[in-house]
């Protein structure tokens, strides 16, 4: 059974930084490509970051330039650090692995900007 924690998240004012990270039980590598996503209240989840297998990364416009998507393939964990945050940025953040056919989901962490 794959399992991802993720930590990281927390109260912050706008213009601040937070890093998540999700430690992933497998091997980095097993996973076709690894992510981040985020749920706000009344929205539907949608995509911030990914990486996959070969390092390549992807950012959502609304994040780019802000958030920065990376792993440690020794320690399975990837991080997202979100810099400059604003309030919509406010959301529970997930992580997300990918194997083919199927996908795996931490429990999120909870990420609120706010003054």
């Known amino acids: 059974q794959v399992h991802l924690v993720e930590s990281g998240g927390g109260l912050v004012q706008p213009g601040g930084s937070l890093r998540l990270s999700c430690v992933v039980s497998?091997?980095?590598?097993?996973?076709?490509?690894m992510g981040w996503y985020r749920q706000a209240p009344g929205k539907e989840r949608e995509l911030v970051a990914t990486?996959?297998?070969?390092?390549?990364?992807r950012v959502a416009d609304s994040v780019k330039g802000r958030f920065i998507i990376s792993r440690d393939v020794a320690k399975n964990t990837v991080y997202l650090q979100m810099n400059t945050l604003k309030p919509e940025d406010t959301a529970v953040y997930y992580c997300r692995a990918d194997i083919p056919y199927k996908v795996y989901w931490g429990q999120g962490t909870q990420v609120t900007v706010s003054s």
């Open positions: 990486i996959n297998v070969n390092g390549d990364t």
């Open positions: 497998e091997n980095i590598f097993d996973f076709t490509s």
